[in-house]
């Protein structure tokens, strides 16, 4: 069974505009959650999806939104981008609720986009 | 949610046996520990999950004692590969709202 998989695996930005990353999940998962990694803040939750409706954001500005499509496919947009918006995106799928313990819960990551905003 | 605190980083050799220890003191009744390992530039991986008492899989074990104020990963006969950053986490079995919080994590190194 294939992986999650991101596209694009890297991107270069300058300030000011805006991208699109995007997060194909393992067959058959139905959520897909996505995380910032820095090395100063660690990895930070920014949304999670589950059947195209999102459930749970994390604490980050408007400028970061995504949208989950009935393929359970799932792309995050980051608007207006700041050089602090450099980071490494990793987007996990799982089979049940990614956010909760339990069987079935466990969180598949892929490799992650690294964006770098110049 | 649960706070967890695990040593910053720890040194090993191939061959030994790595205990990590996480503590999470206020964790509730239901949630459960959760291990991921990620290596540099790639996302993390899921390890192992317990609730209560002791999990094996193929790759690692997990001993949570009854008070389950702690939780130590077990690494049987580690190699140069197992070098990573390993994440404790509490999951709550309803979930959370707040997403995965993963902290700092402890930075294993491996040594010949």
């Known amino acids: 069974k294939a992986g999650v998989t991101q596209t694009p695996r890297y991107l270069i930005k300058t300030r000011g505009q805006q991208v699109t990353l995007s997060c194909s999940p393992i067959?058959?998962?139905?959520?897909v959650s996505w995380y910032q990694q820095t090395p100063g803040q660690g990895l930070q939750f920014l949304f999670e999806?589950?059947?195209?409706?999102?459930?749970n954001k994390g604490n980050f500005p408007g400028r970061f939104s995504g949208r989950q499509f009935s393929n359970s496919r799932s792309e995050m947009n980051v608007s207006t981008l700041e050089l602090g918006d450099s980071a490494l995106y990793l987007c996990?799928?799982?089979?049940?609720?990614?956010?909760?313990?339990?069987?079935?819960?466990?969180?598949?990551f892929g490799p992650g986009t690294r964006l770098t905003v110049l | 949610l649960a706070k967890t605190t695990q040593p910053i980083s720890m040194d090993s050799y191939e061959g030994q046996e790595v205990n990590i220890t996480c503590s999470h003191n206020?964790?509730?009744?239901?949630?459960?520990i959760t291990w991921y390992q990620q290596f540099p530039s790639q996302g993390p991986r899921f390890i192992i999950q317990?609730?209560?008492t002791k999990v094996t899989n193929e790759v690692a074990s997990l001993f949570i004692p009854a008070d389950r104020k702690s939780s130590t990963l077990s690494l049987p006969r580690v190699s140069l590969s197992d070098t990573a950053v390993y994440y404790c986490?509490?999951?709550?079995?309803?979930?959370?709202?707040?997403?995965?919080?993963f902290g700092k994590g402890t930075h294993l190194i491996i040594q010949p």
């Open positions: 996990a799928s799982s089979l049940g609720w990614g956010l909760a313990g339990g069987r079935d819960n466990e969180q598949f």
């Open positions: 206020n964790i509730a009744t239901n949630d459960y």
């Open positions: 067959s058959g998962h139905r959520s």
């Open positions: 986490l509490v999951v709550e079995s309803g979930g959370g709202a707040d997403g995965l919080t």
């Open positions: 999806y589950f059947s195209e409706t999102q459930r």
């Open positions: 317990g609730y209560k």
